[in-house]
């Protein structure tokens, strides 16, 4: 019994390496390329809306007897 946990924990480590170099190696590029156009382009302001919410007055409940 305690060969097959071992046996799964190896495999298991070895497939979940693998996911992880492989999506470190798939998305490398992409930070790569935001890293080199961060620096040349100009931020972009915070938007400038205010929230314009107007409160209608709604009937109020009456307790009935």
Known sequence: MTGVVV???VLFSL???GAD???GYAVKPIYVQNASTSTTSTP???STATPSA???PSPSASASS
């Open 15 to 17: 497939l979940i390496g």
């Open 21 to 23: 170099y492989a999506l």
């Open 54 to 56: 107007t409160a209608t």
């Open 7 to 9: 046996v799964t924990v």
């Open 44 to 46: 972009v302001p915070a």
